[in-house]
């Protein structure tokens, strides 16, 4: 069975912290990894990884895959309180010739000012 | 960028009714899309994935005769809660992959709050 386990499932820091949010997973013929940041409504676009060893950066975000592990991390530097959200990490698949993508139990995070 | 539009934002309904749900890719073909469900402060549960011109695939434990999925165009696939019950109510989200390719990536709906009374 497909699974994604991120951890923590709940982090609170003070605003200016560095955080690392992990994502570990096992699926069925891997495609891709991908971040996203969910606030009030439907999540929204942070990364997406296929290749091992290549960090993506977007500002203070960051993140990158480890497919021999089967995890990847995502990096938020000197975060700020607007980054309190719950960060969610899916993995997409492919099983019986179609494609899926399964989310992770998501990072609930707090940044305190 | 990439938009998919979902409607409605929210919904109240009686028990023992149906409700539609749909969502469009505005400006790129999706031959599949995928229906979640989230429960308050969880993970998205994917429901069915959706394709194009055939029938939907259901995830297990997914009732196919209570949600009903139609995906009849490469830009609109709806949701139908059949007679729905309280324990319907959840927050329903779709996905919609682009059709060029897996580096288009995967975009999201605004959701759909389902209330059922």
């Known amino acids: 069975e497909d699974k994604v386990v991120q951890s923590p499932l709940s982090l609170v820091v003070h605003e200016g912290d560095t955080v690392t949010l992990n994502c570990s997973y096992e699926?069925?013929?891997?495609?891709?990894l991908l971040w996203y940041k969910q606030e009030k409504k439907a999540p929204t676009f942070l990364f997406m990884l296929?290749?091992?060893?290549i960090e993506k950066k977007s500002g203070r975000l960051s993140s990158i895959l480890d497919k021999k592990e089967l995890f990847s991390i995502l990096n938020i530097t000197a975060t700020q309180t607007g980054d309190s959200a719950i960060y969610l990490c899916a993995v997409a698949g492919r099983r019986q010739g179609a494609q899926k993508l399964v989310f992770g139990q998501g990072t609930r995070l707090t940044i305190n000012p | 960028g990439a938009v998919v539009s979902q409607h409605p934002s929210r919904v109240i309904c009686k028990s023992g009714t149906s409700v539609k749900i749909e969502c469009r890719s505005l400006?790129?073909?999706?031959?599949?899309m995928f229906w979640y469900r989230q429960f308050p402060k969880k993970s998205l549960m994917l429901m069915a994935t959706s394709n194009e011109g055939s029938k939907a695939t259901y995830e297990q434990g997914v009732e196919k005769d209570k949600f009903l999925i139609n995906h009849a165009s490469l830009t609109l696939s709806t949701l139908t809660v059949t007679s729905a019950h309280p324990e319907d109510s959840s927050f329903y989200i779709c996905?919609?992959?682009?059709?060029?390719?897996?580096?288009?990536?995967?975009?999201f709906g605004s959701g759909t709050r389902l209330t059922v009374v």
């Open positions: 296929t290749s091992s060893g």
């Open positions: 699926v069925t013929n891997f495609r891709s």
């Open positions: 400006d790129f073909q999706a031959t599949t």
């Open positions: 996905s919609a992959r682009d059709s060029r390719g897996a580096n288009y990536g995967y975009t």
